[in-house]
């Protein structure tokens, strides 16, 4: 049986390229996480915490991209896993500031070996050079539309 000819010209656009790729990567960080018992919330979250240390949640939900909605779920989870701890801020007892542990440390290092797994696997065509590229250009897209749309860098959402 012969397959019905289709248009090939939309797999050529930079729209529909960009969102098949995408869909690739969302896959692939996602099996990786997942292969740690993880989401791509934890991953966020424990980067911010490591990265700049205790917050708030409000101020977590800014610097990791994560949406107030979903902020207490994940640190639910984290702290269930001893992977945060929740206690009260010493200034304002209605809020909470959350700290990562030890155990939270080590799981990040295994988070982030996974993250690197699935990077390479995506990008494995490409050259050094190619990736170099690729970052650059995808990040001056993204800065050019966060910009346009009010985001600022400490909002944007990260991998």
Do not use: C
Not at 13 to 35: D, K
Not at 50 to 67: K, M, N, Y
Not at 73 to 83: C, K, P, Y
Not at 84 to 110: H, M, S, Y
């Amino acid at each position: 049986m012969e397959r019905p000819h289709r248009p090939t010209s939309w797999e050529t656009l930079p729209t529909w390229l960009l969102t098949h790729t995408a869909n690739h990567a969302h896959r692939l960080v996602s099996e990786g996480f997942a292969a740690v018992d993880a989401r791509g919330y934890h991953y966020r979250l424990l980067a911010a915490l490591d990265e700049f240390g205790p917050a708030s949640q409000a101020t977590l939900g800014r610097r990791s991209g994560i949406h107030v909605s979903d902020m207490v779920a994940t640190i639910n989870e984290l702290a269930d896993h001893d992977l945060v701890e929740r206690t009260p801020d010493p200034t304002d007892r209605r809020r909470n500031v959350i700290t990562l542990t030890a155990p939270g440390k080590r799981q990040l290092r295994r988070l982030e070996k996974q993250l690197a797994h699935s990077q390479e696997e995506l990008l494995e065509p490409l050259s050094p050079t190619e990736r170099d590229q690729l970052t650059h250009l995808l990040s001056t897209l993204l800065n050019h539309h966060n910009r346009r749309t009010g985001i600022d860098d400490e909002r944007a959402p990260r991998t």
